[in-house]
């Protein structure tokens, strides 16, 4: 059973910044698309940004030149660095593949104040 474990959440200020950790726990060589989502209170999960195998990204409108998607295939480790963060961007938020996604881990908060 593959597990996925977020973390690096945490309660900050409007316009700062915070970097999300994911770590799988078997090989992400044969991921080709892994993805960041969040879900707000009330709201239906969200994909945030996906990147590929070969480091190709994608984010979402809202969160476009703020949010940065990486992955470290050797240490199995996906990153989101989050600049500029808005009351808007509080949810929690998970890592899953982009295709045939796996259970969904526990994800970790991330709570700006205005």
């Known amino acids: 059973q593959v597990q996925l474990v977020e973390s690096g959440g945490g309660l900050v200020q409007a316009g700062g910044s915070l970097r999300l950790s994911c770590a799988v726990s078997?090989?992400?060589?044969?991921?080709?698309?892994i993805g960041w989502y969040r879900q707000a209170p009330g709201k239906q999960r969200e994909l945030v940004a996906r990147?590929?195998?070969?480091?190709?990204?994608n984010n979402a409108d809202s969160v476009k030149g703020r949010f940065t998607i990486t992955r470290d295939n050797a240490k199995n480790m996906v990153y989101l660095q989050m600049n500029s963060l808005r009351p808007e961007d509080t949810a929690v938020y998970y890592c899953?593949?982009?295709?045939?996604?796996?259970?969904w881990g526990q994800g970790t908060q991330v709570t700006v104040s205005s």
């Open positions: 990147i590929s195998i070969t480091g190709s990204t």
């Open positions: 078997r090989s992400i060589f044969s991921i080709n698309t």
């Open positions: 899953n593949k982009y295709v045939n996604s796996l259970d």
